[in-house]
């Protein structure tokens, strides 16, 4: 049972437009979403995270939004560059002292940004 | 400093034998995790220590066992290996498992064939 669902699959986009990637979670104890971007042969990087307690959080052309009532949360690239084509990875964490930041990871959204 | 270390970085091996996976973080983190990537599935959790001497048991933890006997090592073991663990294996650390560090930072991955 997938507790992150993840869309598209696949995104592909010419370069200066906007990338959008959305994720839906059930479990109303998460409290802390990251983005993760993976380069093939590479393990995932954070990217940019968001706590339940805000609703936008933005770093340069990267920006979370969140909806805590709706559940969802999304991921817009602005200005896209050929050198965001990647994987990209919405997550999910219930963060504790007992319990780490175990992630529960969405499907994935392979990303393409044409010249 | 290297971050997150993972040995070895490819292998294959037939059904039934068995290895060790070595994951070495030079952070000083006291979490530590490990997950398998297996295509449009992302990442999932098999196992998981909040510090040293401690395990815990993620989302796919059958067939798998692991070990931090000291704070920078995690093992990841297979008994007896079956084509159904052929996945990439990813390492990860975090400092805190909750409050402003409980960014995950993954190693290269390890790319395991079971034929």
């Known amino acids: 049972q997938q507790q992150v669902k993840q869309s598209p699959q696949s995104l592909i986009v010419q370069k200066g437009g906007i990338s959008i990637i959305n994720c839906a979670y059930e479990n109303t104890a998460f409290d802390y979403f990251p983005w993760y971007q993976q380069f093939p042969g590479k393990g995932p990087a954070l990217l940019i995270a968001i706590r339940p307690d805000v609703s936008e959080k933005k770093e340069g052309r990267f920006t979370i939004s969140f909806n805590k009532s709706a559940k969802q949360f999304s991921l817009h690239i602005m200005d896209s560059q050929p050198g965001d084509s990647a994987t990209y990875f919405c997550a999910a964490s219930m963060t504790g002292e007992t319990s780490g930041s175990r992630l529960t990871f969405g499907e994935g959204t392979q990303l393409t940004v044409n010249p | 400093n290297a971050g997150v270390t993972q040995t070895p970085k490819f292998r294959v091996l037939k059904t039934g034998q068995s290895m060790t996976l070595l994951c070495a973080q030079d952070m000083n983190h006291e979490y530590m995790y490990w997950y398998r990537q297996d295509p449009g599935m992302g990442l999932r959790l098999i196992h998981y220590?909040?510090?040293?001497?401690?395990?815990a048991k993620g989302e796919v933890p059958d067939g798998y066992n692991v070990s931090r006997l000291k704070k920078q090592n995690f093992l990841l073991g297979l008994e007896s290996a079956a084509p159904s663990q052929t996945s990439v294996y990813f390492c990860?650390?975090?400092?805190?498992?909750?409050?402003?560090?409980?960014?995950?930072?993954f190693g290269q991955g390890t790319r395991l064939t079971v034929v």
């Open positions: 990860a650390s975090s400092y805190q498992g909750w409050g402003e560090n409980t960014e995950a930072f």
């Open positions: 220590s909040v510090g040293e001497g401690t395990t």
